[in-house]
């Protein structure tokens, strides 16, 4: 299982690069389409090694799933099938939230999930777990979810109607 695993590393950071430009200098628009087009093809493969895959444990799907939603949210291309392949993520998401323990993990795939759906549950969820940390010692990473998931919901584009 150690490809699904590293490959799913991989579109995450891939991905991550796509949808946050950390290094806050500017892309050519080739640069931006090869590097959509590269995370659109992980996200197709790790897609497909997924559904294939046998077992892999809680921890590990959540990874994949959480993944692919980035890779998908990072990507401008639609290859005619992109949200049944989000739809059937989400569906599986809503299992294996069930079997995870309150980690940034879950929060990060709550968040990701709440992107797409809004269900005010699932940011209701990833708030009473991000209450549980120790705000004088956050992690980066969780300074970033929480950034996040307010920037989602203060912003909810595309779910947002503007009154003229």
């Known amino acids: 299982m150690e490809s699904i695993v590293a490959k799913s590393l991989e579109l995450q950071r891939q991905a991550h690069h796509l949808l ?3 290094d806050d200098a500017p892309m050519y ?3 931006f389409t090869r590097q959509n087009g590269a995370v659109l093809s992980l996200s197709n493969e790790l897609y497909s090694l997924w559904r294939a895959a046998g077992s892999i444990t809680p921890e590990e799907e959540a990874d994949v799933c959480l ?4 890779g998908y949210n990072a990507t401008i291309y639609d290859d005619g099938d992109k949200q049944a392949r ?7 998401c809503w299992h294996v939230l069930e079997r995870l323990p309150s980690s940034l993990l879950k929060v990060r795939l709550l968040t990701y999930c709440y992107a797409e759906v809004y269900d005010d549950g699932l940011a209701e969820e990833a708030h009473a777990i991000m209450d549980g940390w120790r705000k004088d010692s956050l992690a980066p990473e969780e300074r970033e979810m ?3 998931l307010r920037g989602i919901e203060e912003n909810p584009y595309p779910w947002v109607e503007v009154e003229e």
């Open 29 to 31: 628009s080739d640069v």
């Open 20 to 22: 946050f430009l950390e």
């Open 146 to 148: 929480i950034e996040l």
């Open 67 to 70: 993944s692919l939603l980035m």
């Open 86 to 92: 989000i739809q059937e993520v989400l569906d599986r």
